[in-house]
């Protein structure tokens, strides 16, 4: 029975969004309600699903009663369901997050759009999480990554229209790559389907041409990652975006080139050439954590801090996967919930103060801590995740990972774990600093500031978050009921 | 060892200050905030009391692992060592706690500092009740974090400054040790409940690295030489949080964590057959002196005091680093009365400050006069810290003689001597100055309240007291050093 939310859990956000152009135009606040009606469905079913697969360990669905090869089959394992977790309740956050902020940093007019492009971001994400081959991958990276490119551009500034094209020109290579790197798939083995796949291509000698399908797709899917050096277009998308669509661009867009990484690595290669992508993806993700987080550090913007921070924490994702290790992959996949849950409740909260305060500099936010005293709980509780302080999520990500580095002898990648993460809270304390151990900023008229009340639509969605946060920080084990079996089974695909 | 008695106690004794603590963060009436810290440090000490029979009879309190992931767990086992250094810190605690109502009482922003100093403390006694690396490294971490706001509370230039110095080092000192924690988990030792936990068939260079890995860790919270740096900046704090950094946490709990390494990681014969003592001796040696030199030309009180507290804290490295039965009694002793001496020489130059606004060593002539109890007391605290009979320091300095005589090292005998010759030096001047030297100026004799005057005298009696009956911290101290030495 719940195979078929399978199918809905795609359909709904996507046929919903072709609605909202249309019920907007009697019904000024459609778009919202449409979307997070839709996105709250989609979460609900990702729920069902995700309670299928902790009974049967695999679900799939085949379109039209067609199986594969011939039909296409949408499918969720432990991984998928990790994801669509993630990606289903994130999205809804965000969409009730976006309803106030929204209505007050965007035109009336482009409201409705926002939503369309919100839904369709949405549910190509989880399209991408529950495709069974590749080519609908591509259409659906497709789909999260055009709407993507529109959001970020969608205040319409000069700037965040600079930021978008960047961010698009890096996006069409990466599409165009995964293009061909599936076409070179195809013509080797005749085949689409995952499975099938990773069958012909066990069989077949591991060739110059198999190599380069593997690179071609691992770095157009390093680029979605934001993997540096191919993270340019970052910090100026996620930084220009509005900021609850920064908080789904760092919280999980780029999470989906991870995904799509880890697809080809587990699912199509079965682990093959593990030795030398190790290397070469593990240099990249040590530079990108120590380079993020010295930029982060220079930055003054607290968008800006924030985007270069995800750089350096994507970097710990990919580390984890490219050590292919249990400790390894589990400590990226709670790295993975980690920052999603933490780097999308900062950007909420950035996007409250420079919604409701007006200023993102961090000179601005001097004494903001005694301002929004709530509001900055939560900012504090992210930060520290973030920092992989004690208890909370991030320490145990980072704990993993420098085990899986020392169990595979790699001394200097532990290192680079823990350099990184002491940068990390270095440019933690720094805004810690300001928000809270400075004297409070003067207004214009030579006063204090006055801070209008957060309104509830945008303080429970950051609550909701900065508790999970909480939550699986104290608690990590209650994410290994999920990352255990999903790890356990990336490991056993290996051959 | 004995097997542990299965107690949740020291889950409670932990988590409730730390509930305690959060909570002041909601409350608006210092009343009620006082009480809660007051209550925090009550429940701790109380609590610990309570354990002091049973482990003084070598016994073992523990609490099951409570599992937070695969690998990472929270467990708590109070032995002899654990508990001698927690009793230090609830202890002073509580008269940190009476000193601060008075001396902050003017302050601004008082919820966080109370908040932050009952959270700071209660995660002190986190580290000594740990049973596990992780458990240790945990509250070690969150005492860092929670006494950063602590240092700068007075927000100035200078404040920020000192406080970014302790981050810095601090920060990267806990970096080192989550490496060693890491990297001895994977050899395969997490619970502290032999002695030397670490497999001896490991190649000897990886296991000299980890233990220097966790020497940097440690020593860093510790002061060691040349790590010291941020403890004398820190001194610009509120006098609590210098009480709370030299004697009531967190340079306790760094030289604890060191004692752990040394015996519950390593273990005296593999540190031996590594030839590491030897290194960690002259490190212990070298700060000693170095730290009474530097104090002896400090002007600035708490500057003087705080480099003292450089020097001191290595006489309990030594101690234990010599491997010997006399030398870690001796240690653990010393840890004791330093902690007792300091806090009342460091709540004396606080009421100093308050009451004159004198922070000088220069400028304390005539202070004799003007608060005359005040430096009776300082002068007790003084004697006791060089060592003079009959304080808990003599007691403490002969154990600690005894342990490089005990080991056929006697040059480090010469090293202890002369830095209790320059710990002399450096505190007896201002005895003699504040009562034989005029003031400039005209000098009037000032009331010193006793929330000021209490916990000063508590400091330099107690160490005074527990001189002539030493027995809660000496039993414990011989049942540390036959269950590491076997007697």
């Known amino acids: 029975m719940e195979k078929h939310f399978l199918i809905l859990t795609v359909t709904v956000p996507l046929a919903t969004a072709t609605l909202i152009p249309l019920l907007s135009i009697r019904w000024e606040r459609a778009g919202f309600w449409l979307a997070s009606l839709a996105l709250l469905f989609s979460f609900g079913s990702a729920l069902i699903l995700v309670g299928g697969v902790l009974v049967d360990g695999r679900i799939a669905y085949h379109v039209g009663g067609w199986a594969p090869p011939w039909g296409i089959e949408i499918f969720l394992d432990w991984v998928g369901a990790f994801f669509l977790l993630l990606a289903s309740s994130l999205s809804l956050a965000v969409a009730i997050f976006s309803r106030i902020y929204v209505e007050q940093n965007l035109e009336a007019s482009k409201i409705p759009l926002f939503y369309v492009l919100l839904l369709l971001l949405a549910g190509g994400m989880i399209g991408f999480i529950l495709a069974g081959d590749i080519f609908n991958m591509f259409i659906f990276f497709e789909i999260f990554s055009l709407s993507s490119y529109a959001l970020v551009a969608i205040s319409g500034g000069l700037e965040s229209l600079k930021a978008s094209f960047r961010y698009l020109l890096m996006g069409t290579i990466s599409s165009l790559f995964v293009l061909l790197g599936i076409g070179l798939l195809y013509s080797l083995t005749g085949t689409l389907y995952m499975p099938l796949l990773a069958q012909e291509l066990g069989v077949l000698p591991y060739s110059g041409a198999i190599r380069a399908a593997t690179a071609l797709i691992l770095v157009a899917f390093g680029i979605e990652a934001a993997l540096f050096p191919l993270h340019v277009w970052l910090p100026g998308a996620h930084s220009l975006a509005p900021s609850p669509v920064s908080a789904l661009l760092s919280g999980l867009v780029i999470k989906m080139g991870v995904y799509g990484m880890i697809k080809v690595l587990f699912y199509i290669l079965g682990g093959r050439g593990s030795s030398e992508i190790g290397a070469l993806f593990s240099l990249m993700a040590a530079t990108a954590i120590i380079v993020g987080a010295l930029f982060a550090l220079r930055e003054n913007d607290i968008k800006l801090i924030f985007a270069h921070s995800s750089v350096s924490q994507i970097g710990y994702v990919i580390l984890g996967i490219y050590l292919f290790s249990y400790f390894g992959l589990a400590g990226g996949l709670l790295q993975v919930l980690n920052h999603a849950l933490a780097k999308s409740a900062l950007f909420l909260c950035a996007g409250v103060v420079i919604s409701q305060a007006g200023f993102r500099r961090l000179e601005d936010l001097r004494g903001i801590g005694r301002r929004m005293p709530f509001l900055m709980v939560f900012f504090t509780i992210a930060l520290a995740s973030l920092a992989s302080l004690p208890f909370t999520c991030g320490f145990a990500s980072k704990y993993y990972l420098c085990k899986g580095a020392i169990e595979r002898g790699e001394f200097w990648l532990a290192g680079i774990v823990l350099l990184g993460s002491f940068l990390t809270l270095l440019y933690c304390v720094k805004i810690v600093n300001y928000i809270f151990f400075a004297t409070p900023a003067v207004g214009r008229g030579g006063g204090e500031r006055s801070y209008p009340e957060v309104s509830p639509w945008m303080m429970v969605p950051i609550g909701v978050l900065g508790f999970g946060s909480l939550l699986v920080g104290i608690f990590p084990g209650l994410s290994f009921i999920l990352i255990k079996p999903a790890v356990l089974g990336l490991l056993g695909m290996v051959r | ?487």
């Open chain 2, 1 to 487: 060892m004995s097997a542990p008695i299965f107690t949740y106690l020291p889950v409670l004794l932990v988590f409730i200050p730390i509930i305690l603590g959060m909570l002041i963060f909601l409350v608006q009436k210092e009343g009620v905030r006082i009480f809660l810290a007051l209550l925090a440090s009550l429940i701790g000490f109380g609590g610990l009391s309570w354990m002091w029979p049973t482990i003084s009879k070598g016994l073992v309190l523990a609490t099951r692992p409570i599992f937070l992931a695969p690998e990472i767990f929270l467990y708590f086992r109070v032995d002899a060592l654990g508990l001698l250094f927690a009793l230090v810190s609830a202890l002073l605690w509580i008269f940190t706690v009476i000193f601060t109502v008075k001396y902050m009482e003017k302050e601004s922003f008082k919820g966080r500092f109370w908040g932050f100093l009952t959270l700071a403390v209660a995660s002190g006694i986190g580290v000594t009740l740990a049973g596990n690396l992780i458990t240790l490294f945990f509250f070690f971490e969150m005492l860092t974090v929670f006494t950063y706001p602590l240092v700068i509370h007075g927000e100035t230039g200078a404040a920020m400054a000192a406080g970014r110095k302790y981050f810095l080092y601090l920060f990267v000192g806990e970096a080192l040790l989550l490496f060693s924690v890491v990297f001895t988990i994977f050899l395969g030792g997490t619970v502290f409940d032999k002695v030397g936990m670490l497999p001896t068939t490991q190649s000897p260079n990886l296991l000299r690295f980890l233990l220097f890995t966790f020497v940097l860790g440690f020593g860093v919270k510790a002061a060691i030489f040349p790590l010291h740096r941020w403890l004398p900046e820190a001194a610009i704090a509120p006098t609590p949080v210098t009480a709370l950094l030299h004697a009531d946490a967190v340079v306790n709990v760094g030289i604890f964590g060191l004692i752990r390494v040394i015996y519950n990681v390593f273990g005296p014969e593999l540190i031996q057959s590594l030839g590491m003592d030897g290194l960690l001796i002259w490190v212990a040696t070298v700060t000693m002196i170095f730290g009474s030199v530097i104090a002896l030309r400090q002007d600035d009180l708490k500057r003087r005091l705080a480099y003292s507290t450089v020097a001191h804290i290595s006489y309990t490295l030594l101690g234990a680093a010599v491997l010997s039965a006399s030398g870690l009694v001796g240690a653990l002793i010393h840890l004791v009365s330093h902690a007792f001496m300091k806090v009342s020489l460091f709540f004396c130059a606080g009421a100093i400050d308050r009451g004159t606004g004198k922070k000088r060593v220069s400028e304390l002539g005539g202070m004799g006069y003007r608060q005359p109890l005040v430096m009776v007391a300082f002068t007790v605290a003084s004697l006791g810290l060089i060592g003079v009979p009959p304080t808990l320091g003599f007691l403490s300095k002969w154990y600690l003689w005894m342990g490089p005589l005990e080991a056929q090292q006697s040059i480090f005998l010469g090293a202890l001597i002369l830095s209790t010759l320059l710990c002399a030096f450096y505190l007896l001047p201002i005895t003699y100055r504040a009562f034989f030297k005029h003031a400039e100026g005209p000098v009037e004799r000032q009331r010193t309240s006793w929330f000021y005057l209490l916990p000063i005298f508590v400091g330099a009696v107690g160490g005074l007291l527990l001189g002539v009956f030493p027995k809660p911290f000496l039993i414990l101290a011989r049942v540390v050093s036959e269950s590491f030495l076997g007697g």
